[in-house]
């Protein structure tokens, strides 16, 4: 079974200042990966996804992943937070042969003013 | 633009009650999915359903839940006997040709 890791529940940064969260996954033969937003009392809202082509992927917000394949790692960044940015990330990895991802345990990005 | 929707926003009952939870899908939507959230965890996989049956559940999804769609827009999630490790937010999900996943804002169930 596929399995994502988030290696961290909580990234505090402080605004203007860039973020990396961290996802890997286990390999497979072909995924689809992608980054979920969830505001605070609010659903997941879809930040970007990597289904095939470029493996530098740019997303909404000013948001952007890159996939590598020999390290399975699906890491997303941003060059500059603002403290709206402050919400729960997933990460969500869907193989070819199945329409339900699994998702991380989400990491927590914390913008300080 | 089009979006998924859920009610109630917040839903709390005692234990043993029996629980509905509504979605209505994207409308041209033919995928429908159901995920939980135990707080501070992560989303788990519940349930999907196509074509008026369902094509995939997990292990949590045993003989407690039961989904339905009663109509052309409706989706719900039943809970027969609620027990206090149901408490979550439960989110509904559609997808559509481009199988992105469309999520609803969620339902934030507590069992008291």
């Known amino acids: 079974a596929q399995s994502v890791t988030q290696l961290d529940s909580q990234v505090p940064v402080f605004e203007e200042a860039p973020v990396e969260l961290r996802c890997n996954y286990s390999?497979?033969?072909?995924?689809?990966l992608f980054w979920y937003v969830q505001y605070p009392n609010q659903g997941l809202q879809l930040l970007l996804k990597?289904?095939?082509?470029?493996?530098l992927v740019k997303g909404i917000n000013g948001f952007e992943a890159e996939f590598n394949k020999s390290q399975t790692s699906f890491h997303l960044r941003k060059p500059s937070v603002h403290i709206s940015d402050t919400a729960e990330y997933f990460c969500?990895?869907?193989?070819?042969?199945?329409?339900?991802?699994?998702f991380g345990r989400g990491t927590s990005l914390i913008v300080h003013p | 633009e089009p979006e998924v929707t859920q009610t109630p926003s917040h839903q709390v009952t005692q234990m043993g009650q029996e629980v509905i939870l509504r979605c209505v899908p994207i409308?041209?939507?033919?995928?429908f999915y159901w995920y939980r959230q135990i707080l501070g965890q992560k989303v788990e996989f519940l349930v999907s359903?196509?074509?008026?049956?369902?094509?995939?559940k997990s292990e949590i999804f045993d003989d407690q839940f039961s989904v339905e769609r009663p109509d052309g827009s409706n989706f719900t999630l039943k809970i027969r006997s609620t027990k206090l490790e149901d408490s979550a937010m439960y989110f509904c999900?559609?997808?559509?040709?481009?199988?992105?996943?469309?999520f609803g804002p969620g339902t934030r169930l507590t069992v008291l």
């Open positions: 999900a559609s997808t559509g040709a481009t199988l992105e996943q469309f």
């Open positions: 390999s497979s033969v072909s995924v689809y």
């Open positions: 990597y289904l095939s082509g470029s493996t």
């Open positions: 969500a990895v869907r193989t070819g042969g199945s329409y339900i991802p699994t």
């Open positions: 409308s041209n939507h033919l995928y």
């Open positions: 359903f196509y074509n008026n049956e369902i094509s995939e």
